[in-house]
């Protein structure tokens, strides 16, 4: 079991946590001109690389908010986390729902 550390709770086990899939995935802006190959593109593939690895992670069973991790597919080594260039400590319950909100449509 991978040992998780949420920026804001710490850490916690993997099974409090849900992944995302693939980060950094950006949505096309005009999306009325792609092809069908190039919209399927875009919502169902995916990188699967042998190394080095950026994910979305949600804590599911704890602060409910969505990060980045760099992990190792190889080793399952976690070597960073990011935010969503969000205050790292904030306390403000409400932002994190409308980021999360804002995740699972990219993360669909
Ligand atoms: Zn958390």
Known sequence: MLLIECPW????????FSCGGEADIVRPLDS????????G???FMRKNPRGVHHEQWL???GCRRWFKAR??????EIQGYETFERPLLSTDNTDAGAQG?????KAS
């Open 9 to 16: 709770c710490g850490p916690r086990a993997e099974t409090e």
């Open 101 to 105: 909100k804002a995740q699972e449509g």
């Open 41 to 43: 593109d875009y919502l």
């Open 32 to 39: 009325d001109k792609l092809t069908d190959k190039e919209w």
């Open 71 to 76: 992990r190792d597919t190889v080793s399952y």
């Open 59 to 61: 804590h599911t069973q």
